[in-house]
């Protein structure tokens, strides 16, 4: 008589279709995510490709450091940040706290109205705003009816930098608006009433209850937009094409024009790569410490 086998429980076989599934998906993302960012590293390291790459030390860093056009490119992408992410943040928060009025009409096309931008083609919208703010486009007009002089806007760098920065707040703030709500959502609607009764205005509650209780959520938009400000890219191609001469560039954009446009040079395209990598991650734990409220 053969002996029985025994039963495979219910937690081993819960845990094997998970397994199952999760082994695919860290695989590909290894494949596609983590093993080019290693050869990203070890290539900032080299002069040259494959075989014929020698190991060149620090030396694509070192570049780094006397290269003007990258530090045109730092500065601009830094402005940006520090400029755009504030603001759109702000406004973002004001916009979900008027939209979470359970009260007001129509809130959900002023919901949709508001995120449509983010649901826009990078390039459709770089090119309307490449319209409205051409010299004989919609807002040079207006301020022709005002009585205010026309502004060559793509032909001077602060006013190309304003643009791109007005064309991101238009197309994130209502992405970030979402996650706004969702938080907002979340927050149980006893602790307002609560609050109103111990004689808390609408101010009070937003900045003491409001902004406290979002904090994670808050903490959460700024390392994303914080990340992809400083990968900034289809603005800077698409609406100045990094004009006038190189003063709207972005770090994206200088790397992509000396990996495929200009001469290849790949190593040190890797090194500024890398170099945005580690920025990234230091703000990211920057903002992480400072928004951390444990002891």
Not at 27 to 53: D, E, N, R, T
Not at 101 to 125: E, Q, W
Not at 221 to 229: L, N, Y
Request: contains cysteine.
């Amino acid at each position: 008589m053969q002996p029985k086998r025994k039963k495979m429980s219910l937690q081993k076989r819960h845990n094997l279709i998970g397994w199952a599934f999760l082994i695919p998906a860290s695989l590909l993302i290894f494949i596609f995510c983590f093993y080019p960012m290693v050869q990203a590293i070890l290539l900032s390291f080299k002069k040259g490709m494959g075989a014929a790459g020698v190991w060149n030390g620090i030396g694509n860093y070192t570049r780094i450091l006397k290269d003007k056009t990258f530090r045109q490119c730092l500065f601009n992408t830094v402005f940006y940040f520090i400029i755009q992410v504030p603001i759109m943040l702000l406004l973002a928060l004001i916009l979900a706290q008027l939209l979470n009025n359970k009260d007001l009409k129509f809130k959900g096309l002023f919901r949709t109205m508001i995120f449509l931008p983010c649901a826009t083609s990078l390039v459709s919208y770089s090119m309307i705003f490449k319209s409205l703010f051409a010299g004989d486009g919609f807002v040079n007009a207006i301020l022709t009816h005002i009585g205010m002089q026309p502004v060559d806007w793509f032909q001077n760098a602060w006013a190309a930098r304003f643009v791109i920065i007005i064309a991101l707040i238009w197309r994130w703030t209502g992405y970030n608006m979402v996650f706004y709500l969702s938080g907002l959502q979340n927050i149980d609607s006893s602790i307002y009433e609560a609050a109103r009764i111990d004689g808390a205005n609408g101010i009070q509650q937003f900045f003491k209850m409001t902004i406290p209780l979002l904090k994670p959520t808050i903490l959460l938009t700024a390392i994303m937009s914080t990340s992809g400000t400083l990968q900034l890219f289809d603005e800077s191609v698409n609406l100045t094409a990094g004009g006038p001469g190189k003063s709207t560039m972005t770090l994206a954009h200088y790397i992509f024009n000396i990996s495929f446009v200009e001469t290849p040079k790949f190593n040190y395209a890797a090194a500024l790569s890398v170099f945005i990598l580690v920025c990234v991650a230091i703000l990211s734990a920057i903002q992480m410490k400072v928004g951390d409220s444990r002891d």
